[in-house]
Structure formats: structure tokens, C-alpha cells
């Protein structure tokens, strides 16, 4: 097995295989940029829909008049801009559903999951997190290797996107259908209530929406043309990498 | 030897897009024939709402399917409206003669075309519900609503088979913020048992801003759909030649026609 010359990548002692091989395969590249655009969608529509009432509460019921949780300083913007936003953000949660269904059954059959993201037992050791956290937190370059496999904290948040904030998103925007729940009433009664399934729906989207600025902060320290050159292309230039 | 794989690929690509856009014209028609094509699909935003009034429809013809019925110690203290009563001079004159000149007019494709008095609607068999109404904006409440089941009266008109559309007209003319409304519901919601003309709440009289003397109450549909201050109800097998044929003034205003979400 050939190793790349010491002399033009002095820390890099990968098979050359696995540098010729693309970084992400092509289902991860386009349902990358699908989801984008869908979550983009459904952003800006959740921001019409908060602002036709952007206060929040517990339990099943709220209304003005009534105890919040959380009051937003935003205005009331009643009978304004959540007739599109409804409708745009149900057409972007399609898209992004079934593009998020494309998704996770091709990372459970190409092993996409298991290989790249789930990390190693030994990885999950305290000693090895710490070490993680703290190199991120003193901004210590992050060697080669970087540019072609996920660390234990990309590794550890991609899954808690794909597994936890997606799933729960999902779930409460199901528990608020008075149809969907007609059928399926556990979807509501398990969170206690449908204002609960409003407020957690709120929560959620403020993890993810937290994820993606973060995300993309994190892309430009890597280096922007690099990186979304690779998830474009499926090539990346390791050599390039502002590592 | 790239390009006889690039001109296979072709031809593939080709053939898979032709049999995808074969099988969605397949699908459409199909969807249109068992009535799951809602009548606000055009657009790009109709995409969506096809897509999720076509997906629910099916589950929700099934006859376990009933909006969450509470306790009465759970009927909110704090009911809010949207908009105030309709100003118009003949829904004045109806409430201060205490409804007692108005009548529910059924007409379109039944076989005896009638109409009923507040207090004859009062006298058929009732059904009380405590249900869960949200708002589309995002704030509900939950009452107690009193009414005869949509689905008695329209019997007793005698629904003929080709009607698709239960079609509600309102008094409502001045003074509602988007205009006169006026909308429709498809027959899997007309007949279900929880759909009710309302003309009581939290044990009372129905009150006037919430839609007195009657209203629609659809819960398994956002509010709404839930119209107020009825007056005409209409059959058809098609809402084209209705306002912009929409299936409600709700679409006209940017709003959708089904609302189950």
C-alpha cells in the first residue's frame, strides 16, 4: 500500500486509496444541498408563523389573556404573514422529510453511519472528549486528518442532529395536526399537551437553526471554498485544507 | 468508450424520466378519481398541500379517527375570537330579534332542498364534545360545543351520490378582516360524527363572536375551518365556479383550503 510522500504532506500517512476516494459519496452531496434549501424554506416560514403569535406556553392550551412561558419581544403580527408561511413551510417539511428519508436509509445501508459517524468505543473515553473539547477550545489546528473523516465532536452532533433534534422536530410538528393526532393521539398526549408540542417544536428549531450558524462558522475556518468544493464535488484537496 | 457510457446513460436517464413523469400523471389522475386532490393545488405552494391532504385523507376515513374528546374541568376559562361579528344590517336585525327570523337553508344536489329554524335545528338530536381549537396562528383553547351532527341534517336533505362538496356561505359580509367568508368541506369531513352544526358552548348559547345563532365546529381541522354566523349550506360536485374556485375565501387570502395540518 503506497503512503503519500512525507515530503509534500509531512503529516498525512494515509493510504493514497483513501485520499483518491471522495469525501462524501453522492447521496450525502445532494440530500446535503436539498436539505439546505429545504431547511432554508423552512426557516424563513417558521419566522412568518412565530410572528403571527410569538409567545409560547405549557400544557394544552394559551392565548393572550392566558399565562406564557415565554413572551418573545417580537410584534403580533395577527392575520399577517402565516397564510404563506404555513403553506410554504408544510411544502419545505415535505421536501425535507422524504429527502431526510433518502438520507438515513442510505446511511444504514451504505454503512455511511457506522463507518463515519458513530465513534470509536475507545473515542468516548473521557480522556479523549476532554482532549477534543479542549484542542476545539484553544483553536488548535486540527491536523490533515480532518479533512477526511469526522472528529468525535462532528461526529457526536451530526448524530444528535440526524437522530435527536430531526426526530424530535418531526414529532412535535406531528402533535400539532388536529388531523394527524385524530388518528395518532400519543403523538400529542405524550408531550402533555399541544402548546407543549408548539414550545418544544420552538426549542428544537432554535438548537438546529444554532447548529447550522456554527456549522457554517466552523466551514470558514476550514476553509470555505475547500469544503463546500468538496461537498459540491466530492473531492477535497487536503493540501488546500486550512487545517 | 466514455461516450457510449455517457450516450447509454442518456437514453437511461431519458427513459427513467419519461416513466417517472408517465407514473406521476398516473398518480395525479388516480389521486383526482378518489378524491384526494384538494381544490387549491395549483402552484408551487400546491404541491404541499396536495401532498398533505392526500396522505391524511385516506387515514382519516378511518372511522377511529376522532378529534381528543377532555374532561369539562379542562374547558379553557379564556375562549378568544378572530374579528368581530359581522356589522352588516341583516345580522343586526337577526340578533336583536334573537335569531328567531333565521333560517339554515340546504340546497344544491339533494333530493328534498329545505331549510330549519334555530329552534328546529335545537329540537333534532344533539351531540355535546369538549375539543381542542387552535388557531392557526398558534394560540387554542378548549370548549365544550352543543350542535346536531352535520351529517343528520344533510340526511335528511338526501345527499345525492355525485355531491363532493358541503358548501358553507356565512353572514359575515362588513367588517371581518379578510372580507365575506365562505367555505367548503370535502364529504369524509361532512359526515364524520364529531362535525356539528353549533349552536351551543360551554353549555350556553352559542355567543355572538363566536358565531351565533350556528356554526361549523370541524376539530380534527384547525379553527378556521370552523365557520360562524351560517346561513346557506350548498352541495356540489365541484367548487370552480365558486369565488376563485378555490374551495373557501381562505386560499384567496393566502390562507389553505384543508386545514388538518
Known amino acids: 500500500m503506497a503512503t503519500v510522500e512525507s515530503a509534500h504532506l509531512p503529516r498525512l500517512a494515509t493510504p493514497i486509496s483513501d485520499l483518491d476516494s471522495p469525501r462524501h459519496s453522492a447521496v450525502v452531496r445532494i440530500t446535503h444541498w436539498i436539505n439546505t434549501l429545504s431547511f432554508f424554506g423552512l426557516l424563513v416560514s417558521g419566522i412568518a408563523i412565530l410572528l403571527a403569535h410569538p409567545r409560547f406556553y405549557w400544557g394544552e392550551t394559551g392565548a393572550?389573556?392566558?399565562?406564557?412561558?415565554?413572551?418573545?419581544?417580537?410584534?403580533?403580527?395577527?392575520?399577517?404573514?402565516?397564510?404563506?408561511?404555513?403553506?410554504?413551510?408544510?411544502?419545505?417539511?415535505?421536501?425535507?422529510?422524504?429527502?431526510?428519508?433518502?438520507?438515513?436509509?442510505?446511511?444504514?445501508?451504505t454503512q455511511h453511519f457506522r463507518k463515519s459517524l458513530v465513534p470509536a468505543k475507545a473515542d468516548l473515553a473521557w480522556g479523549s472528549l476532554w482532549r477534543v473539547v479542549s484542542n476545539h477550545l484553544r483553536f488548535k489546528p486540527l491536523g490533515a486528518e480532518s479533512s477526511l473523516s469526522y472528529n468525535l465532536l462532528q461526529r457526536l452532533t451530526y448524530l444528535a442532529v440526524v437522530f435527536v433534534l430531526f426526530p424530535v422536530i418531526i414529532w412535535t410538528g406531528f402533535a400539532m395536526s388536529p388531523a394527524i393526532v385524530s388518528v395518532f393521539p400519543v403523538f400529542v398526549t405524550i408531550l402533555g399537551g399541544q402548546q407543549t408540542a408548539r414550545t418544544l417544536h420552538f426549542f428544537a428549531s432554535d438548537l438546529l437553526v444554532l447548529f447550522v450558524v456554527v456549522h457554517i462558522a466552523m466551514v470558514c475556518l476550514a476553509g470555505f471554498t475547500n469544503r463546500v468544493g468538496a461537498m459540491i464535488t466530492g473531492q477535497i484537496n487536503a493540501r488546500k485544507d486550512r487545517t | 468508450m466514455s461516450t457510449v457510457l455517457s450516450r447509454r446513460k442518456l437514453i437511461t436517464t431519458g427513459l427513467a424520466t419519461a416513466a417517472g413523469a408517465s407514473g406521476l400523471a398516473v398518480a395525479a389522475r388516480l389521486a383526482d378519481r378518489y378524491g384526494l386532490i384538494p381544490p387549491d393545488h395549483g402552484g408551487i405552494l400546491g404541491v404541499g398541500q396536495t401532498l398533505t391532504y392526500a396522505s391524511q385523507r385516506p387515514l382519516m376515513s378511518n372511522p377511529s379517527s376522532m378529534a381528543r374528546e377532555f374532561n369539562r374541568s379542562e374547558i379553557s376559562k379564556i375562549c378568544p375570537v378572530n374579528g368581530p361579528p359581522p356589522e352588516s344590517e341583516t345580522y343586526q336585525r337577526l340578533l336583536a330579534g334573537g335569531f328567531a327570523d333565521w333560517r339554515l337553508t340546504i340546497e344544491g344536489l339533494v333530493a328534498r332542498p329545505?331549510?330549519?329554524?334555530?329552534?328546529?335545528?335545537?329540537?333534532?338530536?344533539?351531540?355535546?364534545q369538549i375539543t381542542h381549537q387552535a388557531c392557526e396562528e398558534g394560540w387554542s383553547f378548549i370548549a365544550e360545543s352543543t350542535g346536531v351532527?352535520?351529517?343528520?341534517?344533510?340526511?335528511?336533505?338526501?345527499?345525492?351520490?355525485?355531491?363532493?362538496?358541503?358548501?358553507?356561505?356565512?353572514?359575515?359580509?362588513?367588517?371581518?378582516?379578510?372580507?365575506?367568508?365562505?367555505?367548503s368541506l370535502d364529504m369524509v369531513d361532512a359526515f364524520h360524527p364529531q362535525t356539528l352544526l353549533a349552536y351551543g358552548m360551554n353549555g350556553q348559547d352559542l355567543p355572538?363572536?363566536?358565531?351565533?345563532?350556528?356554526?361549523?365546529?370541524?376539530?380534527?381541522?384547525?379553527?378556521?375551518k370552523s365557520l360562524k354566523y351560517l346561513s346557506r349550506i350548498i352541495l356540489t360536485d365541484t367548487v370552480k365556479n365558486i369565488g376563485k374556485g378555490l374551495g373557501s375565501s381562505s386560499p384567496e387570502h393566502g390562507f389553505s383550503w384543508y386545514g388538518g395540518i
Open chain 2, 149 to 183: 351532527p352535520l351529517s343528520y341534517v344533510l340526511n335528511l336533505a338526501g345527499v345525492l351520490p355525485r355531491a363532493k362538496y358541503v358548501v358553507f356561505f356565512t353572514l359575515g359580509e362588513k367588517g371581518f378582516p379578510l372580507g365575506k367568508k365562505w367555505g
Open chain 1, 64 to 109: 393572550i389573556g392566558t399565562p406564557s412561558l415565554l413572551d418573545l419581544p417580537l410584534p403580533f403580527m395577527r392575520g399577517g404573514p402565516s397564510g404563506w408561511g404555513r403553506n410554504l413551510h408544510f411544502l419545505s417539511a415535505w421536501v425535507c422529510g422524504l429527502n431526510g428519508a433518502l438520507y438515513v436509509v442510505s446511511g444504514i445501508l
Open chain 2, 114 to 128: 329545505c331549510s330549519f329554524s334555530l329552534a328546529e335545528l335545537k329540537r333534532f338530536p344533539s351531540r355535546s
Open chain 2, 208 to 224: 355572538t363572536p363566536h358565531g351565533a345563532p350556528v356554526r361549523v365546529r370541524v376539530p380534527r381541522q384547525l379553527g378556521f
